[in-house]
């Protein structure tokens, strides 16, 4: 955990140098540090995933399902509380189903994330939402994930609402 906190923080350093910067006179520094982020993501996310091949297996699945529902979020619905409206059943049954709530988490969030970045035609939509979502993801980390996740989740949305301010 001390290199997950070591790494954090200089991520989270990194992400201090954004908030004077403009996007677009910025963009691959912009780039490098969400890259970041979600390497760290990664390797945390590898870490937490199940060792037994059958609960595997079933975190998979359910993720799968979350993966349509989610999808069918995104495509069905054009407006920001539209979709929040749409994908708030799905957090809070992850909240009491902790195996749902792990699959949501771990094997969909990335997803999510990506799949917003081009939902609308103006990006400061895009980062809005995500900067919601975002808040949907570190309350339920919270309580189902340990602390290393849900402070790499914080310094991304972080990262999210600079970039949204700096547009």
């Not at 954004?18 to 910025?26: A, F, G, P, T």
């Not at 982020?37 to 390797?43: A, P």
């Not at 059943?89 to 999510?112: C, H, I, W």
Request: proline residues 2%; without cysteine; hydrophobic residues 35%.
């Amino acid at each position: 955990m001390k290199e997950y906190d070591s790494n954090l923080k200089k991520i989270e350093q990194k992400v201090e140098t954004l908030k004077s910067k403009s996007v677009s006179d910025y963009v691959e520094s912009y780039n490098q540090i969400e890259n970041d982020i979600v390497e760290q993501k990664n390797l945390i996310r590898n870490d937490l995933m199940p060792k037994n091949r059958q609960e595997d297996e079933r975190i998979r699945e359910i993720a799968d399902k979350i993966h349509l529902h989610i999808r069918t979020g995104l495509e069905t619905y054009s407006s920001v509380d539209d979709i929040l409206s749409y994908l708030e059943p799905a957090f809070q049954r992850s909240k009491v189903d902790k195996t749902y709530g792990r699959a949501l988490v771990l094997l969909e969030e990335n997803m999510v994330i990506e799949q917003i970045k081009h939902k609308f035609k103006d990006a400061k939509y895009n980062a809005y939402l995500i900067i919601l979502i975002l808040d949907k993801f570190i309350e339920l980390s919270t309580e189902i994930m340990p602390n290393s996740y849900t402070n790499i989740l914080k310094l991304e949305q972080s990262y999210f609402e600079i970039y949204y301010d700096n547009m």
